[in-house]
């Protein structure tokens, strides 16, 4: 590694013993030399540090090492991390999402530990059965059979492989990708008013997309100010609005007994309101209400929130390496990302 600016090289000598039973050229080895033979154990491990905080090109330039060098480098760091933290031999509680890998609904399944909230699977080729079905059997059944909790989005085949490979598990269904529909029956509200109303009520309405479907405390002031003109101006929007507000206290409740009496009472404000787009959420809630409530109960509290900032997490090292289309590389960039190093 470079000291006080100054790069420096190691020249050293190391044996080579040709071995007469395999007829081959043996060479010693070496703990601090790196299983490449060009550069110490210490400086790749360094060079792999700078690599999750960093792009391959700028740790090239900074290090003065070729893309390629700086790459292979980089795999062999995560490989050893890796080693370091294997599959975990039994699994109480997993997240399952889908993460877009290119354009053009190009998408892999992506399976986590939510108990030492890491990723641990990264893999397939799109969001079917087949492709969850994979994880399955990379884990075995020994594995599957110690899993007590899936948490994932409403998507039927996740359910179904899950069901068919670890017939315990309960699942739950992901709070955010729930209220993510919420919003888009809101937004779906906000364009029909839209279209109802004359001239003069449009410009209550108008650009103010982001204001309804954003949480009040997170406005500025004239995005408050603006909320509350809007509200004031459109009856059916304030409706909608503080329908969506109260709906995230559902998952509040410990009883499943009370969270079902607060969406009764939640629905039955729809009677009269005419909005359509929630009547459609409301009949969708009631079709998965077993894997809704299942957070109810106490023993299935777990983070929600995890697969959302993991996805989150996704997508900034696909932005920081200009885009990855090598799938290996970025299974090992996914899993490796929560791993501290030692």
């Not at 490989?79 to 933290?85: F, P, S, W």
């Not at 999402?97 to 939510?114: F, M, N, P, Q």
């Not at 069901?163 to 809101?186: C, G, N, P, S």
């Amino acid at each position: 590694m470079d000291a006080a600016g100054v790069r420096i090289y190691l020249q050293f000598e190391y044996r080579r013993v040709f071995c007469g039973r395999c007829q081959t050229v043996k060479q010693e080895t070496l703990a601090w030399l790196a299983s490449s033979g060009r550069f110490t154990k210490r400086f790749e491990e360094e060079i792999g540090r700078q690599c999750r905080e960093l792009s391959i090109v700028r740790v090239a330039a900074k290090n003065r090492l070729s893309w390629d060098q700086v790459r292979r480098i980089e795999i062999s760091y995560m490989k050893d991390l890796l080693a370091k933290q294997p599959m975990p031999k039994q699994l109480r509680a997993i997240g399952i999402d889908e993460v877009s890998i290119t354009k053009g609904h190009s998408y892999a399944t992506v399976v986590a530990d939510l108990d030492q909230m890491r990723p641990i699977w990264l893999g397939g080729t799109g969001r079917k059965e087949e492709d969850i079905d994979r994880f399955y059997a990379d884990i075995g059944p020994e594995v599957s059979s110690t899993i007590k909790l899936a948490v994932m989005d409403m998507w039927r085949p996740f359910r179904n492989s899950t069901e068919r490979h670890a017939q315990q598990v309960r699942i739950v269904y992901d709070k955010f990708h729930i209220l993510r529909h919420l919003a888009d029956a809101m937004d779906a509200v906000r364009r029909s008013e839209y279209k109802r109303v004359n001239g003069q009520e449009r410009k209550f309405i108008k650009g103010q997309r982001y204001t309804l479907l954003s949480n009040r405390a997170n406005l500025e002031i004239d995005g408050k100010r603006a909320l509350t003109m809007l509200l004031k101006a459109n009856s059916r929007l304030h409706k909608a609005y503080l329908l969506k507000e109260s709906f995230g206290q559902l998952w509040s409740y410990n009883n499943p007994t009370w969270a079902r009496k607060f969406f009764d009472n939640w629905k039955a404000q729809l009677r009269w309101s005419r909005l359509e787009p929630y009547r459609k959420f409301a009949d969708m809630i009631e079709r998965h209400w077993d894997g809704i409530v299942s957070y109810c109960h106490p023993d299935n509290k777990v983070s929600l929130g995890f697969m959302e900032g993991l996805n989150t997490k996704i997508r900034l090292i696909q932005r920081r390496a200009y885009g990855i289309k090598d799938p290996e590389y970025l299974r090992l960039k996914v899993i490796t990302s929560f791993i501290k190093d030692s």
